[in-house]
T-cell receptor, first 114, second 115 residues
Framework: AAGVIQSPRHLIKEKRETATLKCYPIPRHDTVYWYQQGPGQDPQFLISFYEKMQSDKGSIPDRFSAQQFSDYHSELNMSSLELGDSALYFC?????????????FGPGTRLTVT | GEDVEQSLFLSVREGDSSVINCTYTDSSSTYLYWYKQEPGAGLQLLTYIFSNMDMKQDQRLTVLLNKKDKHLSLRIADTQTGDSAIYFCAERRWDYGGSQGNLIFGKGTKLSVKP
């Protein structure tokens, strides 16, 4: 079965640079979530989209933005990177419109800021 | 509050049962999830339960829910070395205002299985 795809899997950036993370949800899933997991931490919710509209925001810094495109893939844009942004970034997708609340996670993008 | 709490470590012998515990705080109806994370890997959805259920069983996994105490447990029968991982309990944030429900995670329980 198709899973959530994230790219790139690893990314190394320097402070003050920008980064773009991509997420391709499971086909026909209508909801995408972004989470950030710091080293040894639990995942923290950043932002979500339902049917290409932003549906909720969590602890996402103003330096970050995200959008979901017409083909349902989503991108997380991160600017003015800081050392503290080094983390594993997960995308998850679900099919909320039918009342199915299973959230499936992608393999994550490991971002290292030097 | 939105705290999900778990014990941080559990060590068992291969073949024994493992029981990982979690408490949640949301007083409304919600969904509760168990995820498994191996080192450097993503989060694998193991099972989930709606908060009006008492129990759910799926092969070696049994989820028990005590609604009164807001206590959730995951029992893994016949634990194998391949079960060594971090197990996260998560609660769906339920917003009747129309936004979708992100998950609130516990800190994770590191399960070590000794041969």
């Amino acid at each position: 079965a198709a899973g959530v795809i994230q790219s790139p899997r690893h990314l190394i950036k320097e402070k003050r640079e920008t980064a773009t993370l991509k997420c391709y949800p499971i086909p026909r899933h209508d909801t995408v979530y972004w989470y950030q997991q710091g080293p040894g931490q639990d995942p923290q919710f950043l932002i979500s989209f339902y049917e290409k509209m932003q549906s909720d925001k969590g602890s996402i810094p103003d330096r970050f933005s995200a959008q979901q495109f017409s083909d349902y893939h989503s991108e997380l844009n991160m600017s003015s990177l800081e050392l503290g942004d080094s983390a594993l970034y997960f995308c998850a997708s679900s099919l909320e419109g039918t009342g199915s609340y299973e959230q499936y996670f992608g393999p994550g993008t490991r971002l290292t800021v030097t | 509050g939105e705290d999900v709490e778990q014990s941080l470590f559990l060590s068992v012998r291969e073949g024994d049962s493992s029981v990982i515990n979690c408490t949640y705080t949301d007083s409304s109806s919600t969904y509760l999830y168990w995820y498994k994370q191996e080192p450097g890997a993503g989060l694998q959805l193991l099972t989930y339960i709606f908060s009006n259920m008492d129990m759910k069983q799926d092969q070696r996994l049994t989820v028990l829910l005590n609604k009164k105490d807001k206590h959730l447990s995951l029992r893994i029968a016949d634990t194998q070395t391949g079960d060594s991982a971090i197990y996260f309990c998560a609660e769906r944030r339920w917003d009747y205002g129309g936004s979708q429900g992100n998950l609130i995670f516990g800190k994770g329980t590191k399960l070590s299985v000794k041969p």
